[in-house]
């Protein structure tokens, strides 16, 4: 069965303080790995899409990569503004893509 | 280029009554799809439109349904609502259908209180 899951589900951070989220998928035949960022009572806003093994990309404080089996989300010296829930999704082929639940991101300062 | 808009953006209705939501899709995209986002239960996918048709279906009762119109515009109607359905309810728009990978762009959503 298909599925996405994204851990931990929430993250407390101080301002500066780097870490990764994770998002594990299985589906038959990846065609791309989407990362969203959700502020609350928003839509979500797109960040990244990866297509294969081994990709990365960057985004200001933000750095998607992607394995066979899962994608991290790496947040170097965070800022309050970046607090928000960031969303994995993943397409599976049959006019569908699955989001996993989120990861909420809180970080002070 | 303007993106993904929605309408209304907020919704109040009562248990039994209808309602239909809009969604204009980016200039260009002829894909729309639909989301239902609970606290509970995350981002669920309704369905996606390609060409005017239905292409595949989430797991909701038959009292959701939806069309898309010759020029990419969506709309998604909820009949006979219950107090489950309260909700944020998402569109997104893609180039070309999503199972293959295109790149999804979502509007702002439209909150519908059920009461």
């Known amino acids: 069965e298909d599925q996405v899951t994204q851990s931990p589900e929430a993250l407390r951070l101080q301002e500066g303080e780097s870490s990764s989220l994770n998002c594990s998928y299985t589906?038959?035949?990846?065609?791309?790995l989407f990362w969203y960022r959700q502020d609350p009572g928003k839509g979500p806003e797109f960040l990244f899409t990866l297509y294969s093994a081994g990709e990365e990309k960057e985004k200001e404080r933000l750095k998607a990569t992607l394995t066979k089996k899962e994608s991290f989300l790496h947040i170097t010296a965070p800022k309050p503004e970046d607090s928000a829930t960031y969303l994995c999704?993943?397409?599976?082929?049959?006019?569908?893509?699955?989001f996993g639940a989120g990861t909420r991101l809180f970080v002070k300062a | 280029k303007a993106g993904v808009t929605q309408t209304p953006r907020y919704l109040i209705k009562t248990r039994g009554q209808q309602v239909t939501l809009s969604c204009s899709p980016i200039?260009?995209?002829?894909?729309v799809s639909w989301y239902q986002q609970t606290p509970g239960q995350g981002l669920q996918f309704l369905f996606e439109y390609f060409s005017e048709t239905q292409r595949n279906k989430g797991n909701f009762p038959g009292r959701f349904s939806g069309r898309q119109f010759s020029n990419s515009r969506s709309e998604m109607n909820v009949s006979t609502l219950e107090l489950g359905d309260s909700a944020l309810y998402l569109c997104?728009?893609?180039?070309?259908?999503?199972?293959?990978?295109?790149?999804?762009?979502f509007g702002p959503g439209t909150r519908l209180l059920v009461l």
């Open positions: 999704a993943v397409p599976t082929g049959g006019f569908k893509t699955i």
């Open positions: 997104a728009s893609s180039l070309a259908p999503t199972g293959g990978g295109e790149t999804q762009y």
């Open positions: 200039s260009g995209h002829r894909s």
């Open positions: 589906v038959s035949g990846l065609r791309g």
